[in-house]
């Protein structure tokens, strides 16, 4: 399903890759901006208010982590950075700095538009989200007035761990979250080095919340990265 009438923001210095952006999104309805330096990216990011952001990370005169630090700062637009630098520690420390997803170039343009759905699909779920209390991503349903849980219907017994975790996930639904990131707002910032706390916790979850645990649905690994609570279609 696409969204014709939502507008990208493109943050791209080169111009062919910014070419195949523009021809890559207009193709299926979306509004074009464009910035050609990180400077203009985050004036744009914050004036023009865009629904979604692609980001390139090598730019002119500020690196695209800066950038989205500083959209971080002043705008909850979902950020999906689309860059040829594939080092795990570029990916966390971007994703640390608030973006909501990374796309590898050479990209595959199924691939990039699946995930610009997925992160206007969850930017509408989180504001509506701050209305109702009540987040809903495929069979999983979290009342956050009630503390409640089900899954496929059923109410499902969490610890209080395990909720702060679900919780944390669901509010992120389909947007990537470092490892760093899940650890300091579940356990705090004495613990964003205990990935041990976490691969324990999200193993108890998926044992509750999961048809089939050892084939996850929702609560799916990036591996090196962190995870992301997958949004169905």
């Known amino acids: 399903m696409n969204e014709p009438s939502a507008v990208v923001l493109i943050v791209e210095d080169e111009p062919h890759a910014r070419a195949v952006l523009q021809v890559t999104l207009k193709q299926q309805g979306y509004v074009c901006l464009h910035a050609a330096t990180g400077a203009e990216g985050v004036s744009a990011a914050i004036e023009r208010e865009p629904d979604l952001v692609l980001l390139d990370l090598g730019l002119p005169d500020i690196d695209g982590v800066e950038v989205t630090r500083r959209v971080r700062e002043r705008s909850a637009v979902p950020i999906i ?9 570029h990916k966390i420390e971007v994703l640390d700095e608030g973006a909501d997803d990374y796309v ?26 701050s209305d109702a209390g009540t987040v809903q991503v495929g069979d999983l349903v979290v009342d956050f007035d009630l503390r409640r849980v089900t899954a496929g ?7 209080p761990t395990e909720y702060r975790l679900l919780a944390v996930m669901i509010r992120s639904s389909g947007r990537v979250l470092s490892n760093r990131q899940i650890l300091r707002q579940v356990w705090g910032p004495r613990y964003d080095e205990q990935l041990g706390y976490l691969r324990v916790y999200m193993k108890k979850l998926r044992y509750k919340l999961e048809p089939d645990p050892t084939r ?18």
């Open 104 to 129: 590898m170039k050479p990209f595959v343009a199924g691939e990039l538009l699946a995930r610009v759905r997925v992160a206007l699909r969850h930017n509408r779920a989180a504001e509506s989200a």
């Open 153 to 159: 219907g059923s109410e499902v017994h969490l610890t």
């Open 81 to 89: 950075v689309v860059s040829a630098r594939g080092q795990e520690e």
């Open 216 to 233: 996850p649905r929702y609560l799916v690994n990036e591996p090196g990265v962190g995870y992301r609570l997958r949004m169905p279609g």
